[in-house]
């Protein structure tokens, strides 16, 4: 396993969208385990396999004891309702926060680390962070969404 380089804002590699990955091979699980590395160096709880600069549909997320570690391939939000606005940050954005309008509960499903569908029910910090980093996928930054900027970031909208 390996730490990557987390890409920046700026990076052209953030805003294209990735590709779906055909099969969940040695490769896919062995990315997977280097962005939880990566994420986990990073003190993040979140990442997309486009920060580490690979156009491939790959996410990790750990927001702690709520959900341990996940790892997702493919994902894709199935289900989605109410409201939460809350503040996100990102580790291709250092210093920078914002609140975000985001759903409250998502159902989300994709393939996991041995290739075999998965549905997960999220709610909470779980769902806000599975919709960022989907978002990612797509090529969308939360500043995209934000509603005010807080944090050291000199980013505005």
């Known amino acids: 396993m390996a730490i990557k380089i987390v890409r920046k804002e700026g990076d052209p590699v953030l805003r294209q969208v990735a590709k779906p990955v055909p099969e969940v091979t040695s490769n896919i699980q062995k990315l997977l385990n280097d962005m939880a590395d990566t994420m986990y160096e990073n003190i993040g709880i979140g990442l997309a396999a486009n920060q580490i600069g690979i156009l491939k549909r ?68 779980l769902a806000r962070c599975l919709l960022h980093e989907i978002d990612h996928l797509n090529g969308i930054l939360f500043t995209d969404h934000v509603r005010r900027m807080g944090g050291s970031g000199k980013y505005s909208k």
């Open 58 to 125: 790959c996410i990790v997320a750990d927001v702690g004891e709520e959900s341990g570690l996940i790892k997702l391939v493919n994902p894709e939000v199935v289900h989605a309702e109410g409201e939460q606005l809350g503040p996100e940050g990102c580790l291709s954005i250092p210093g920078a926060t914002g609140d975000v309008l985001r759903a409250a509960r998502v159902t989300v499903k994709g393939l996991n680390e041995e290739g075999k569908e998965v549905e997960i029910k999220a709610e909470g910090l």
